[in-house]
């Protein structure tokens, strides 16, 4: 299974952009990175996927390296609903291993 | 459209107890997935559906714990003489497939407290 490395916790102010990272050195070379969030007391939430490719949605981008070894999570301006816990997923095409995130702080 | 539903939402038992926690999946889900999340920490795997059959059952922690998917739909994970460590919440996710680009839709979870 692909381990992951992400910061226990992060901070940014409301309305700048905020880049979480993950290391996923051990990924395959056809496992897709997934990215999903956590609020409080809800169940995880899906943010977006890539392979190889940077990818756009309406929630982030995500950038990933060329070597596939590491990728980051871009939310563009930051907003209080923003403050979640984030994780990184190399999907091995079955169960979803989740370490223990980024919690993500965002301050007024 | 209707996401995944887990019902009740929250559940408190006595130690030694049965419980059942149901999850309903997005309709037209061909797979779904139970997880367990402990205080502070991550999701944890514990079972997966392809259809009726379990799939992957090796997150299962003991034989107490048991799921059955009967009609390939709707789910029930099982737990047979609960323990206060069996305290979590039990998350339940469906995918339209199995594979690595599919995405996991999760529901709200139950809480389950074991006194």
């Known amino acids: 299974d692909a381990k992951t490395t992400q910061p226990n916790s992060m901070e940014s102010n409301e309305e700048e952009p905020v880049h979480l990272p993950c290391n996923h050195s051990t990924i395959s070379g056809t496992d897709y990175i997934h990215w999903y969030r956590q609020l409080p007391s809800q169940g995880p939430e899906y943010v977006i996927h890539g392979l190889t490719s940077n990818v756009n949605n309406r929630m982030a981008s995500l950038a990933i390296a060329e070597d596939r070894k590491s990728s980051t999570l871009i939310l563009h301006r930051a907003t209080l609903r923003d403050a979640a816990v984030y994780y990184c997923i190399p999907n091995t095409g079955n169960q979803f291993y989740f370490g223990t995130g980024t919690s993500l702080t965002v301050i007024p | 459209g209707a996401g995944v539903s887990q019902t009740p939402s929250n559940k408190v038992t006595e130690k030694g107890k049965y419980v059942e926690l149901r999850c309903d999946p997005i309709?037209?889900?061909?797979?779904l997935y139970w997880y367990r999340q402990s205080l502070g920490q991550g999701p944890e795997f514990l079972i997966y559906?392809?259809?009726?059959?379990?799939?992957?059952d090796s997150g299962l922690p003991n034989d107490r714990f048991f799921a059955v998917r009967p009609e390939g739909s709707v789910s029930t994970l099982k737990i047979q003489r609960t323990e206060r460590g069996d305290s979590a919440v039990y998350l339940c996710a469906s995918s339209r497939y199995t594979g690595k680009r599919e995405t996991q839709y999760f529901g709200p979870g139950t809480r389950l407290l074991v006194l």
């Open positions: 559906f392809q259809g009726t059959g379990a799939a992957d």
């Open positions: 309709s037209g889900h061909t797979a």
